[in-house]
């Protein structure tokens, strides 16, 4: 089970503390839709923008976040 969310208002003249969850649900630009965990933590967190986010469940499973290898750069370049 997955929670689908999507973005429908801007951060404009919000708190840091709605900035920073919408930032959590990994949501930065209008009409973005992020496929969630259901989880009690990320459904605390839905609750806290519920004014400014659309949710709903679907059955998928929620893709697995996986985190960008950096290259260093050599001294030569």
């Given at each position: 089970?997955?929670?689908?969310?999507?973005?429908l208002?801007?951060?404009?003249?919000?708190?840091?503390?709605?900035?920073?969850?919408?930032?959590?649900?990994?949501l930065?630009?209008?009409?973005?839709?992020?496929?969630?965990?259901?989880?009690?933590?990320?459904?605390?967190?839905?609750?806290?923008?519920?004014?400014?986010?659309?949710?709903?469940?679907?059955?998928?499973k929620?893709?697995?976040?996986?985190r960008i290898?950096?290259?260093a750069?050599?001294?030569?370049?």
């Open positions: 089970m997955a929670l689908k969310v999507k973005l208002r801007s951060l404009e003249g919000r708190s840091p503390q709605q900035r920073g969850t919408i930032a959590g649900l990994g930065k630009k209008i009409n973005q839709v992020r496929v969630l965990n259901d989880t009690p933590s990320i459904r605390g967190m839905v609750a806290k923008v519920a004014h400014m986010v659309e949710f709903s469940t679907v059955d998928a929620a893709p697995k976040r996986t290898k950096r290259v750069k050599s001294a030569n370049n």
